[in-house]
C-alpha cells in the first residue's frame, strides 16, 4: 500500500473535525469554560463562512444541545467518544482524500476511555472516505508534515515502548513511507516537560512551510529551554530552515509545571488560531505567528480551561483537506 501523504495543514480545507467537551466526570468545573473556548476557537476557523466548515463532534444529546447554543454556525456530529482530543484519535486524511485509521491505546496505556478507539473509522464513515485499518499505533499530534513528503517527530513519543515495542526506528520509518507517504523521517529527542502524550510534536516543532519549522525561543526560568536547544540543533542537522516564537515559558497549574505552548496552534483556510495562557510572551508569539502566515488573520484565544485537559486547540482538531 502506497499513499499521497498528507497535505500540509496550510493547504485547502473543505472542513475541520472539532472535539466538543461532553463528560462533566472528566471536566468537572471546567466543563463550560472549556466548552465555551472550544466555540471561540470554531468561531474564529469558521470566519463567518470565509474559513471553513466547522465540524463540532459531541459525545451525546445534551453536548450536541449546548455546541448549537453556543456555536450555532458549525454543523454538528454525535458520535460517541472518550475524550475531545481528535487529532490524535481521528483519521487521518492522505492527498488522494482517502482516511488512514490507526491503533489507539490512551497514549500508552494511560487514559482508557470508550470510543476514542473507534471514533476515527465513525468519522471516515459518516463522511463517505475511503479508509484503510493501519496495525500500529499512531497519534496525528506526533507528526507534523510540510506536504512535499517530509515529516518531523520525535523518539519520546514514536519509540516509546509503550507504543509499538516490537516496532524498531527502520520499522518506524518504513510505515510512515507505507501507510502515509512520507518521503523523509526528521527525528527529534523529547517534547515538552510533563506532556502526558509522550512529547507529541505539535507543542514542539510545526512546519510553517515547505523545509521551514517554527519552534520556541526559551523564555526566562523556562523549563524546557534544553528541548528547545536540541531541537534546534537537530533540524539545522536536517537542513531544515528554522523560525522561532516566543514561549510562554513556565506556565503553572495547582503548582505543577504544564505543557503549555504556543506551539498548538491551528491553521485553518482564513485564520491561524493561537493558544494563549496569561503569560508575558502571549502578544509576541501572535505577532511572530501572523508574520510566517501573512495572507491569513491569526487570532490568539485562551485555552486555560482546554490545557486542563491536557492539550489545545490543535489537540482538539483535525483538518479533512479539500
Same mark, same amino acid.
Given at each position: 500500500?502506497?499513499?499521497?501523504?498528507?497535505?500540509?495543514?496550510?493547504?485547502?480545507?473543505?472542513?475541520?473535525?472539532?472535539?466538543?467537551?461532553?463528560?462533566?466526570?472528566?471536566?468537572?468545573?471546567?466543563?463550560?469554560?472549556?466548552?465555551?473556548?472550544?466555540?471561540?476557537?470554531?468561531?474564529?476557523?469558521?470566519?463567518?463562512?470565509?474559513?471553513?466548515?466547522?465540524?463540532?463532534?459531541?459525545?451525546?444529546?445534551?453536548?450536541?444541545?449546548?455546541?448549537?447554543?453556543?456555536?450555532?454556525?458549525?454543523?454538528?456530529?454525535?458520535?460517541?467518544?472518550?475524550?475531545?482530543?481528535?487529532?490524535?484519535?481521528?483519521?487521518?486524511? *492522505?492527498?488522494?482524500?482517502?482516511?488512514? !485509521?490507526? %491503533? &489507539?491505546?490512551?497514549? #500508552?496505556?494511560?487514559?482508557?476511555?470508550?470510543?476514542? $478507539?473507534?471514533?476515527?473509522?465513525?468519522?471516515?464513515?459518516?463522511?463517505?472516505?475511503?479508509?484503510?485499518?493501519?496495525?500500529?499505533?499512531?497519534?496525528?499530534?506526533?507528526?507534523?508534515?510540510?506536504?512535499?513528503?517530509?515529516?518531523?517527530?520525535?523518539?519520546?513519543?514514536?519509540?516509546?515502548?509503550?507504543?509499538?515495542?516490537?516496532?524498531?526506528?527502520?520499522?518506524?520509518?518504513?510505515?510512515?513511507?507505507?501507510?502515509?507517504?512520507?518521503?523523509?523521517?526528521?527525528?527529534?529527542?523529547?517534547?515538552?516537560?510533563?506532556?502526558? *502524550?509522550?512529547?507529541?510534536?505539535?507543542? !514542539?516543532? %510545526? &512546519?510553517?512551510?515547505? #523545509?521551514?519549522?517554527?519552534?520556541?525561543?526559551?523564555? $526566562?526560568?523556562?523549563?524546557?529551554?534544553?528541548?528547545?536547544?536540541?531541537?534546534?540543533?537537530?533540524?539545522?542537522?536536517?537542513?531544515?530552515?528554522?523560525?522561532?516564537?516566543?514561549?510562554?515559558?513556565?506556565?503553572?497549574?495547582?503548582?505543577?509545571?504544564?505543557?503549555?505552548?504556543?506551539?498548538?496552534?491551528?491553521?485553518?483556510?482564513?485564520?491561524?488560531?493561537?493558544?494563549?495562557?496569561?503569560?508575558?510572551?502571549?502578544?509576541?508569539?501572535?505577532?511572530?505567528?501572523?508574520?510566517?502566515?501573512?495572507?491569513?488573520?491569526?487570532?490568539?484565544?485562551?485555552?486555560?480551561?482546554? !490545557?486542563?485537559?491536557?492539550?489545545?486547540?490543535?489537540?482538539?482538531?483535525?483538518?479533512?483537506?479539500?
Amino acid at each position: 500500500m502506497s499513499a499521497a501523504p498528507p497535505p500540509a495543514e496550510w493547504s485547502a480545507h473543505a472542513a475541520v473535525w472539532i472535539g466538543f467537551p461532553s463528560h462533566a466526570e472528566l471536566w468537572q468545573d471546567d466543563l463550560e469554560p472549556a466548552r465555551e473556548e472550544v466555540a471561540a476557537f470554531a468561531r474564529a476557523i469558521h470566519a463567518e463562512g470565509r474559513g471553513e466548515t466547522v465540524v463540532l463532534v459531541c459525545a451525546d444529546s445534551e453536548a450536541a444541545d449546548a455546541a448549537r447554543a453556543l456555536a450555532p454556525f458549525a454543523d454538528i456530529e454525535v458520535q460517541p467518544f472518550g475524550d475531545i482530543w481528535l487529532r490524535d484519535t481521528g483519521p487521518i486524511v *492522505t492527498g488522494d482524500g482517502s482516511a488512514r !485509521l490507526f %491503533r &489507539f491505546n490512551g497514549w #500508552g496505556g494511560k487514559y482508557d476511555l470508550p470510543g476514542d $478507539d473507534t471514533v476515527g473509522a465513525r468519522l471516515a464513515e459518516a463522511r463517505g472516505l475511503a479508509a484503510t485499518a493501519c496495525d500500529w499505533v499512531l497519534e496525528g499530534g506526533a507528526i507534523d508534515g510540510d506536504g512535499t513528503g517530509t515529516v518531523v517527530t520525535t523518539e519520546q513519543c514514536l519509540l516509546n515502548r509503550n507504543r509499538n515495542p516490537d516496532l524498531t526506528r527502520d520499522g518506524v520509518e518504513q510505515r510512515l513511507r507505507d501507510d502515509l507517504g512520507f518521503t523523509r523521517v526528521v527525528w527529534l529527542g523529547e517534547g515538552l516537560l510533563n506532556d502526558h *502524550t509522550d512529547g507529541h510534536v505539535d507543542n !514542539l516543532a %510545526r &512546519f510553517v512551510a515547505p #523545509g521551514r519549522v517554527a519552534i520556541p525561543a526559551p523564555a $526566562d526560568n523556562d523549563p524546557n529551554w534544553q528541548v528547545y536547544a536540541h531541537a534546534r540543533r537537530d533540524l539545522t542537522a536536517a537542513g531544515l530552515e528554522v523560525v522561532t516564537i516566543p514561549s510562554p515559558g513556565r506556565v503553572l497549574r495547582d503548582e505543577e509545571v504544564v505543557p503549555a505552548s504556543y506551539m498548538n496552534f491551528y491553521i485553518g483556510n482564513a485564520a491561524v488560531v493561537v493558544p494563549l495562557y496569561g503569560s508575558d510572551n502571549d502578544q509576541a508569539a501572535v505577532a511572530a505567528i501572523q508574520a510566517l502566515f501573512p495572507d491569513r488573520e491569526v487570532t490568539g484565544l485562551r485555552a486555560d480551561a482546554i !490545557l486542563t485537559g491536557g492539550g489545545s486547540f490543535h489537540c482538539i482538531s483535525q483538518q479533512v483537506p479539500a
